[in-house]
Each structure stands twice: as structure tokens, then as C-alpha cells.
Nanobody, 116 residues
């Protein structure tokens, strides 16, 4: 098992930046895939970015070039650097850890609101 706690959300104007953090309760070095997901009101949860233990990354098209996912195994923490934020980025952001192909753990979420 792993517990995940997100932080860093908040209110920011369009064009601004935020950095989200996801602190894990255990070493993330051997966790194969971790990722950030988001859910806007009335919409389904969507993948934003994922990162593997080999630091391979994947992004949804709408955030490519603006968001950067990273992980620091020494700090048991994953990050999402978000730049050039848009109102459509407004959502609750969740971090997730895939311990196995059938075991995904979620954090409680952090709200990101981008004003126009």
C-alpha cells in the first residue's frame, strides 16, 4: 500500500504558474508508474501526465509544452509544474500510483482554479 497527499493547488490568474506536489508514504523508486489526473465539474477524470520508474513521461495533448511531470525518489515525492495556465485547466488534480496493473492508489486531490 501507499498513501498519497497532494499539495500546491490554489487560485491563479490565466498565464500564471503552479507546482503541485504528491508526497508518498513510502519510497517511490520501485513504483512503476505514477501520474497526475484531473476532474473538472461535470466531466470525467482524465489523465494529465504520467511518469515511469525509468522517467518516461506521457502527457495529454492539451498540456504538452506547458506542464512538466517529475519525481524525486529521495524525497518520496512527485511533482507537476504547470505553466501558462488556462481557465480550462481548472479542476481537482489527483495523483495516483500504480503498484501493480490492478492496484492503483489515489490521493485526496487538490483544487486548481484558473481565473480569466
Amino acid at each position: 500500500q501507499v498513501q498519497l497527499v497532494e499539495s500546491g493547488g490554489g487560485l491563479v490568474q490565466a498565464g500564471g504558474s503552479l507546482r503541485l506536489s504528491c508526497a508518498a508514504s513510502r519510497n517511490i523508486f520501485r513504483i512503476n508508474t505514477m501520474g497526475w489526473y484531473r476532474q473538472a465539474p461535470g466531466k470525467q477524470r482524465e489523465m494529465v501526465a504520467t511518469i515511469t520508474s525509468g522517467d518516461r513521461t506521457n502527457y495529454v495533448d492539451s498540456v504538452k509544452g506547458r506542464f512538466t511531470i517529475s519525481r524525486d525518489s529521495a524525497k518520496y515525492t512527485m511533482y507537476l509544474e504547470m505553466n501558462s495556465l488556462k481557465p480550462e485547466d481548472t479542476a481537482v488534480y489527483y495523483c495516483a500510483a500504480d503498484l501493480t496493473v490492478i492496484q492503483r492508489y489515489w490521493g485526496q486531490g487538490t483544487q486548481v482554479t484558473v481565473s480569466s
